[in-house]
């Protein structure tokens, strides 16, 4: 039997379910809220296209948390092999980078919405933009789906609109409500992946600064609540970048609960303590002429030194031979905890996803369907699944979204 589906929501989930019903026999449109399809997967990997991750399955869905359990079926239906082979067949090569992360050899993630909007007509699809869906009722069976003042029936729905974040490209938070109106429960949603606002003014001095091969701690009422190694940045307003994106969700929540929630990096975290002390004893002993100031250059960045000497009450100009045991204690525990009180977090429309949404609990991992509202399918951010930085979420959003098609165009 040839279903006919409306896909809602315009982005990499939306596009490859519609595809993927098409390809089956059913009857598809997609309607999109903005003036064109994939405007956020137009920005993804700051703008180079972050499609996936080729880490394998196991160590993929450990980047989900509590939820990856539900993710599995549909990564087995399509996943990153499946990606890479896919993107080939429309003339999108990748590559692989660091940590797994799989790009466009192009290094445009415009690419990729052209080849995903291009296999969706091939497969044809009939795509409407600037249409935002107002309200979907179910009567005798079928669904009205309301936009505008035009009202269009399907047997089925699939439900891509996205979450909350970076709303200027369309993902407004209009799905949580229209899944509540068909019956389902909605998680409380955060920002997640989402600059932190730290307090004082460190941060705002080293505006710009990039750190590489540092360990970031997270630790929230004097606890370790998360941890990670790699790359951070500072910004004007606290602390950004892969690292602290990706202990966020933790971090926004300890604040949200009003827990002292603290960053601590370790500027040199393949050294121990001792080594490290080791380390400046032969410094100040090889350079016992050179002013502190000078010699700290050959430890961390330059503009790193001003905050050092004034959060270790050092003098900058004092020679090093000069410098006590315990002066080098300071420093020693200071290039070890690196240390930010978090204030707050960035906005929701700065966040890169959303946490929380559509309570997995009411859906059918094995087929995307809802269990509260039959012939209604659901896929991508709009579900209650969030990951690390680095391709997951992407990969996640097309793998239920290809599962979701999958079970539309065949589901009773």
């Known amino acids: 039997m040839n279903h006919s589906v409306i896909v809602i929501g315009g982005g990499p989930a939306g596009l490859l379910a519609s595809a993927t019903a098409a390809a089956k026999g ?96 091939t497969k044809g699809v009939t795509i409407r933009t600037g249409c935002r869906v107002r309200s979907i009722t179910r009567k005798d069976g079928r669904f009205e789906v309301s936009f505008g003042t035009q009202t269009l029936t399907a047997d089925r729905i699939i439900l891509t609109t996205g979450g909350a974040s970076y709303p200027a490209t369309g993902s407004t938070g209009d799905g949580y409500e229209l899944a509540k109106s068909l019956g389902h429960a909605i998680v409380p949603i955060a920002p997640a992946l989402v600059p932190l606002i730290t307090a004082g003014d460190t941060a705002a001095k080293l505006q710009g600064l990039s750190l590489k091969n540092v360990r970031v701690e997270l630790r929230v009422d004097g606890k370790k609540a998360g941890e990670d190694m790699g790359e951070m940045l500072f910004t004007h307003f606290g602390l950004s970048g892969p690292l602290i994106l990706t202990l966020s969700k933790a971090a926004v929540r300890a604040v949200d609960q009003g827990k002292k929630t603290e960053i601590l990096i370790d500027l040199k975290p393949a050294l121990d303590t001792a080594k490290l002390d080791a380390r400046l004893l032969r410094d100040l002993a090889e350079h016992g002429k050179m002013h502190l100031e000078n010699l700290l250059r050959g430890l961390m960045p330059p503009k790193l030194i001003p905050v050092c000497l004034e959060q270790t009450r050092l003098a900058g100009d004092k020679a090093a031979h000069q410098i006590s045991s315990e002066e080098r204690k300071r420093l020693r525990l200071w290039l070890k905890e690196l240390r930010f009180t978090v204030s707050g977090y960035r906005p929701m429309r700065e966040a890169i996803i959303t946490s929380g949404g559509v309570d997995l609990s009411e859906v059918n991992p094995k087929t995307m369907q809802s269990k509260v509202c039959p012939g209604l399918f659901l896929a991508g951010e709009v579900l209650d699944m969030d990951a690390d930085t680095g391709g997951f979420n992407l990969q996640a959003a097309m793998s239920t979204g290809y599962l979701a098609g999958l079970s539309a165009s065949d589901a009773p």
């Open 26 to 121: 059913a009857t598809v449109t997609l309607l999109e809220r903005m003036d064109r399809p994939g405007r956020k997967l137009r920005i993804c990997g700051k703008g180079r296209g972050n499609i996936g991750n080729t880490a394998p399955l196991n160590e993929f869905l450990t980047h989900f948390g509590k939820n990856f359990r539900f993710l599995r079926p549909a990564l087995s239906h399509f996943f990153t092999t499946d990606t890479v082979e896919l993107l080939n067949d429309l003339g999108v090569p990748t590559k692989e980078e660091r940590g797994g992360r799989l790009f466009p050899t192009s290094d445009s993630a415009q690419d990729l919405v052209d080849a995903f909007v291009r296999n969706a007509r």
